[in-house]
């Protein structure tokens, strides 16, 4: 599995001109997008485990930490 480095990747949306790109050029970011988010997702996930094994409370701190409602914890 290829770890994905979101800053490198963020680095490399910072260097797209997007008014003169073209369609390779921006399905690569895209592309970019999706690895950064589905990085963010999987860390996500493994903070929420935790808290499941460690707070007394993790759907709580799940939402706060989310800044959404319980609900969504």
Do not use: Y
Not at 29 to 57: K, N, P
Request: proline share 3%; net charge positive; aromatic share 4%.
């Amino acid at each position: 599995m290829n770890v994905v480095d979101p800053v490198e990747l963020m680095k490399g949306f910072r260097r797209v001109d997007f008014a003169d790109a073209d369609a390779v050029s921006l399905r690569g970011v895209l592309d970019d997008i999706r690895c950064v988010r589905a990085r963010f997702d999987r860390v996500e996930a493994e903070v929420a485990r935790r808290l499941r094994h460690t707070s007394a409370t993790p759907e709580r701190d799940i939402a706060k930490g989310a800044q959404r409602s319980n609900r969504h914890g």
